[in-house]
Every structure is written in structure tokens, then in C-alpha cells.
């Protein structure tokens, strides 16, 4: 199992919000790739990186975050927020950026998802999906789809979808647990798909619990920040 630490973006800045509201937001580091580093130094491989001003504004903004972390670290990055064009993904790429997040596009316009994935090839693109009660939320979790998660995800599968990161809004940030039985859901409708658990860490037992679920990865953000469990208890995780 991965073990992938976030860093959420607003204004350059490392922050974390509760619930996806951007009304709780608590800047942690001024300098995003100063955290970056620390995690790479402790023996970290990989980084789930959020532009929340992006996810906000439906465009890429805080680009040179990117480039940097990409530039001064061996970090593997997958990356959201605000991708909206072929452009974005290829430009993204080019930093050095291992994998793309898709979400709110993913609901709005799937034909050019299906097609990115055939362009850009699968591994290369995570499709994201952001719920409350099983229901899609788009744009920064400010607005709800009105689709069921496991909907959203059929179509994909048909087309050679290899990642799903299933974010369940209503833990994160919240420290009070992941939502076990919505990943296992995800993971019995759709056995080959590799499914990323994000939300709700609250220290290393749950991380153990995702591991014996056979997640391919869990994103872990607030329970870091405020030290709930700390990066070596992450890196022995075998």
C-alpha cells in the first residue's frame, strides 16, 4: 500500500480546511515545499498535491508550487485541482508530475476523460471522486452532482480506468475515522480498479486497517499536521 501525504494549496501556502469548507482553513507552512522535503527526508515516495484555489476557480493557479516541489524533490506527485484541458494534464506532465487528478471535469464532460485516458494512457490519470453520502460533489466540493459514486465510476471502468481516489467529505479533515465499508463498497463493485482512500486518518490504526483492505493507497493530511501520527510510523508501515 502507498502511503501518500497531502499538501492542500491555497495562496502558496500549505493549509488544510475541515470538510472541504474553505471558510475552516488552517495555514500550516507558509513554504509547501519546505513540508514536501521533510516527508522525502523521513523516507516518504510519494505526495497527493491540492490546488484548492485551482479546484475553487476551474484553472490551475498555484503552478509554481508544482514545478518547485517537482524541480527539489525525488517526490512522486499526483496532482489536482482545476485541471480542466489536455493542456493542463501535458503541461503537468512536463513538471514532472506522475499522475493527474480529474474530478469535477470527470463529472461534467466524461468524453474528454475517456479520451485523455486513451491520449495520456491510464496510469497516468486518476479519477477522483469527492462524496458525501455516496453523492459526487464538483468544484471544490462546493457543489453537489447529484450522482451515486459507484455511477460515476461504471462508465470509466469501460474505458481502461486503472485509479480511483474516493475522498469522503464528511470525514476529512475531521480525525475521526476513514469510511471503511464506502471503500470496500468501491473495491467489491470494481474488483481490478486500484482504489486510493482519502479522509478521515486518525492515526496509524487506521492506516493499518486500509492496508488489510488492500487499498492501493491512502492519503493521509490533518492527522500529519497535527501530529496524530508521525512520519516514521508512516514510513515502517510495511
Not at 37 to 51: C, M, T, W
Not at 129 to 145: L, T
Not at 180 to 203: C, D, H, M, N, R
Request: proline content about 3%; overall charge negative; aromatic content about 6%.
Amino acid at each position: 500500500m502507498r502511503i501518500i501525504p497531502a499538501i492542500d494549496i491555497i495562496d502558496g501556502k500549505c493549509v488544510r480546511l475541515t470538510q472541504g469548507d474553505y471558510n475552516q482553513k488552517k495555514v500550516y507552512n507558509e513554504n509547501p515545499l519546505d513540508v514536501a522535503k521533510e516527508f522525502e527526508a523521513a523516507g516518504l515516495k510519494y505526495l497527493h498535491l491540492v490546488d484548492l484555489d485551482g479546484a475553487k476557480r476551474g484553472t490551475v493557479v498555484n503552478s509554481h508550487v508544482v514545478q518547485g516541489i517537482c524541480n527539489h524533490t525525488s517526490l512522486q506527485v499526483d496532482f489536482g485541482g482545476g485541471v480542466k484541458k489536455a493542456d493542463d494534464i501535458k503541461k503537468l506532465l512536463d513538471y514532472g508530475v506522475k499522475q493527474v487528478n480529474l474530478g469535477s471535469i470527470a463529472v461534467k464532460e466524461p468524453e474528454k476523460v475517456f479520451e485523455w485516458l486513451a491520449v495520456f494512457g491510464p496510469e497516468k490519470i486518476i479519477l477522483s471522486a469527492d462524496v458525501r453520502n455516496e453523492q459526487i460533489a464538483i468544484n471544490g466540493w462546493q457543489e453537489n452532482a447529484a450522482i451515486n459514486i459507484i455511477d460515476f465510476i461504471d462508465p470509466y471502468t469501460q474505458k481502461n480506468l486503472e485509479y480511483v481516489v474516493c475522498t469522503d467529505i464528511s470525514t476529512d479533515g475531521m480525525l475521526s475515522g476513514p469510511n471503511l465499508s464506502l471503500y470496500k463498497k468501491i473495491q467489491t463493485s470494481f474488483p481490478g480498479l486500484k482504489v486510493i482512500a482519502s479522509g478521515g486518518v486518525s492515526g496509524i490504526s487506521d492506516v493499518i486497517a486500509l492496508k488489510q483492505m488492500n487499498v492501493d493507497g491512502v492519503i493521509i493530511g490533518k492527522a500529519i499536521y497535527e501530529g496524530k501520527v508521525t512520519l516514521e510510523e508512516l514510513v515502517g508501515i510495511k
